[in-house]
């Protein structure tokens, strides 16, 4: 008896995107499989979502949700309508073949007819002491202003943003909205950013640029209920000199990293690594029956919101390609009108 499991539809990954496709899929009776990841130091199965605290701008919770609830909550609304969920890394996907082959790390080989890829993007961290504990416990530490600036925690501080592109020069500006002072820490003595948002930054008067400094160490207090940031040890990179920079708030902005690496060149990436969608703001990739949602795909919006919303939209069109052809016929299939 072979031991290769043989699906309709699998979902790699396990965000906001994944579990969405998950829910559609399996409420189109596909019976969908989703592997949510094995679980590592920098991406854990539930992704970017676990690493945040308060999610205060998903419509439908007016009073906030965590990150880990949330995904909990998707992940348990895709299995009551009967996704299979394994905790297990995709390692390995063969395009070239119909069915597709799919190899996890725990040796499982799954043959699918569609696969749709939701393995998000993983925010880059500094790697230095305190910042890992801080951004998982809500100690002050983020790499999302937008999800996390506005709330209570960081108002009316001073608070520092790491980073010289356009994340860093677009999050230290929208923190002006709370902040009492945004430190834009850059280890160079110029910024990659675009010219327009750069001098944005400059002009800010609320915006103070630390140039040539690289932050060694997220310093924290403890306080009821846990640690709290509290200063960042800094050093100039020309002289050495190291000190402690008093901050409420710690947002790392240095770029963010897709998970494309186990496709091996098999799909049609951007330069920059994120798949590249089809014309037509489609799901689709370029490769018949496999469709891309989620934050692999996107370098731009990255929210929740929009994640589930191209979660759903790969399902249906797996759905749709799956009911005219599939493999059977896939080129055929690949065309059919919306
Ligand atoms: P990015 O352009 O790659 O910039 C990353 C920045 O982080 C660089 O300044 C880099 O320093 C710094 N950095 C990287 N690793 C670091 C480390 N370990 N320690 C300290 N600093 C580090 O990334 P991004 O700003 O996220 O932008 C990504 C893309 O999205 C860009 O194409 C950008 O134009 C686009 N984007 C556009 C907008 C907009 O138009 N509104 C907004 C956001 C992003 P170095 O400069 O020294 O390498």
Known sequence: MSDVMREKVVIIGSG??????????????????????????????????????????????????????????FKQQAERFG?????????????????????????KTVEADAVIIATGANAKWLGVPGEEHLARTGGGVSACAVCDGALPFFREKTLAVVGGGDSAMEEAIYLTNFASKV??????????????????????????????????EVVSAEVVGGDEIRALRVADTETGDEREVPVGGLFVAIGHKPNTDFLDGQIDLRENGYIEPPAGGRTATNVPGVFAAGDVTDDYYRQAITAAGTGCMAALEAERWLAHGGIEAPEQAEVVPG
């Open 16 to 73: 906001p995107a994944g579990w969405t496709a998950a829910i559609y899929a399996a409420r189109a009776n596909l019976d969908p499989v989703v592997f949510e990841g094995a679980g590592s130091r920098t991406m854990i199965p539930g992704g970017q979502l676990m690493f945040t605290t308060d999610v205060e701008n998903y419509p439908g919770f007016p009073t906030g949700v965590t990150g880990p609830e949330m995904m909990m909550a």
């Open 83 to 107: 996704t299979r969920v394994f905790t297990e890394d995709v390692v390995k996907i063969d395009l070239s073949v119909y069915p597709r082959r799919i190899e996890t790390n725990m040796g």
């Open 183 to 216: 430190l834009l820490i850059h280890r160079r003595d110029e910024f990659r950013a675009s010219k327009i948002m750069a001098d944005r930054a400059l002009a800010n008067p609320k915006i103070e640029v630390m140039w040539n400094t690289v932050v060694k």
